[in-house]
């Protein structure tokens, strides 16, 4: 992938340029069909296509509300899906060090779209070998910390336990939890992982690292009202504002991101598809704000 400077339209309007050190290369998104790690259902493996012709709906357009233009070349592109559908395990780590890994030499930013919760530890791996440990910032329904899950280490309830286990973050951070059972709650003392109580989400919750950060957005974080189509339906979760606003306030350098475990099959009149395509524009909007050196007034 060709290295492209990022740029604002407003930049240019008031005579504004970029600090030269965050001219990179574009957010790219990355689709990962795969579905192998499931427990409950199949049917992530088939969200890359269905988030991407949301994205392309004529019902919206393509402007972050930071006021980013994601509709430029040059601020997001689109590298396809890797051929993992149906893969077995190997396979499919080999596919994305390959496809991420080609990405982050470049200089650019990986946008995941998955498939299921167990592709994040292969991307988080293959990220941290090139700029070192991450933080996470996690959303998610469930903590995904057990050693091992139905006799499956790399499961997609086992991601963090992985990463953590491998010291591939410094820090990981998760909101939205609210199905923490004992076993996973030893894990999160164990990793001394930050769990965000539901209290202190409020405007002042300002999430911010000092190490590149990974954002890994799981769908069944928001409360199903919102987003129906996910295999893991759990009441009570975050709204669409309340996690944009934790996005939008997070301070620190994205390196990479994913959005997990919306499965089509589950939806109900594509209206989880269309959140996907919000949260899709919110977080490419977030990795190149997060690499330019100003802010819009």
């Given amino acids: 992938m060709p290295d492209a400077e990022v740029f604002l339209s407003t930049a240019s309007a008031e005579g504004r340029e970029p600090r030269a050190e965050h001219r990179r290369s574009r957010v790219t998104l990355l689709g990962i069909p795969y579905d192998g790690g499931s427990s409950f259902l199949a049917g992530a493996a088939d969200a890359p296509a269905a988030i991407r012709l949301a994205l392309a709906s004529p019902a919206s357009n393509m402007w972050s509300e930071r006021g980013i233009d994601l509709g430029d070349p040059a601020v997001l592109g689109d590298a396809g899906d890797l051929d993992v559908r149906g893969a077995e395990w190997a396979r499919l780590v080999a596919e994305i060090e390959r496809g991420v890994g080609a990405m982050a030499d470049a200089g650019g930013v990986p946008l995941v779209l998955g498939g299921d919760h167990s592709v994040t530890y292969p991307v988080v791996r293959t990220l941290s070998r090139r700029v070192g440990p991450l933080s996470i910032l996690h959303f998610d329904a ?39 059972n004992a076993v996973q709650r030893v894990q999160a003392e164990r990793f001394g992982v930050e769990v965000v109580p539901w209290d202190a989400l409020g405007e002042s919750f300002a999430p911010s690292f000092a190490s590149p950060v990974y954002v890994s957005l799981d769908l069944d974080a928001l409360d199903p009202a919102a987003a129906p189509g996910v295999s893991h339906r759990e009441p009570g979760g975050l709204t669409v504002r309340q996690l944009l606003g934790v996005l939008h306030r997070l301070t620190g350098r994205l390196a990479g991101a994913d959005l997990v475990e919306y499965n089509p099959s589950r939806d109900v009149h594509g209206v989880s598809a269309t959140v996907c395509a919000k949260l899709v524009k919110e977080l490419a909007g977030t990795a190149a704000w997060s690499r330019i050196g100003y802010e819009l007034e």
């Avoid at 309830?157 to 990981?172: K, T, V």
Wanted: glycine share 6%.
């Fill in 142 to 180: 469930h903590p995904d910390l057990y050693p091992e899950y139905d006799r499956n280490p790399f499961s997609h309830a086992s991601p963090f336990a992985r990463i953590m286990e491998e010291g591939l973050a410094d820090r990981l951070v998760q909101v939205g939890i609210r199905t923490m």
